[in-house]
């Protein structure tokens, strides 16, 4: 049995024309799971993926991937109520659902007065713990070093990781270990004038080698903080990794087998 990761978004901090922030579709023989919903990530969404969502997932609070969460309420409870699906992410996902839905719910509509809460059931998810969306695909989780709590994903079924945002610490080396693909954050293409730990994110030599001594197959790089650094990002990535390398953009999608 086969998934597919697609790609719909992938810029970090902002949207540009054509390209969305963090968002990745995992398609299901059980349907569609998104995993976070950056912003203008709902409005690149076939019909058919919205049609087939059967969960989705939030890393983060971060604006990069999570501020489309409030459109995929509003598209899911109006201008007709569709069904309720679960919503995953840590524990800090409630407090965000909560002041979403104070600051955008619409009092005058029935459906929208609290949409975020009306369109999906909140599943927290202590990092550290797996789980299990439509009994079906089951995600264990770490915590990530990041400034706010965030979670990285494995998947059980399809053996991939998404890193979601993160510094690199030894202990994510051990989750890693024996993935088939990566989709993994170099969010700058070296570590110049950045502090990793305290903002919590990788450079492109050090995705290469999380890669590498992960034992992946397949790379996928994302979440690069200026487009324009995508030919150096990527030599560096080729310097340290000898696999199959893949520069995320919008479209992209990857075959996964179970």
Known sequence: MSAQLKIIGCRAGSPMKGNPASGYLLKTPKGTILIDCGS????NLDDEDFDNLIGVVITHIHADHCLDLMALAYRKVFPSLSKRIPLYGPPSVAGMIASYDALFGIRTLPTMGTP????????????????????????????????????ALRS??????????????????????????LLSEATYPDQDGHDLLEHG?????????????????NLIVTHLSD???????????????AGAVHLAYPGLAIELEQ
């Open 201 to 217: 994110h990788m450079t492109a030599p050090i995705c290469a080698r999380l890669a590498t001594n992960s034992g992946a197959a």
């Open 156 to 181: 059980v079924e399809f053996n991939f990781v998404y890193t979601a945002d993160g510094a690199f610490v030894d202990a994510f080396l051990d989750f890693c270990q024996g993935c088939r693909t």
């Open 40 to 43: 203008g990530v709902v409005a």
């Open 116 to 151: 975020i809460a009306t369109a999906f059931e909140f599943k927290p998810v202590v990092p550290g713990t797996r789980f299990t969306v439509a009994d079906a695909w089951a995600f264990d989780t770490i915590a990530m070093i990041h400034p706010v709590e965030t979670i």
């Open 227 to 241: 487009p324009a650094d995508s030919r150096i990002t990527m030599e560096k990535i080729h310097q340290e990794f």
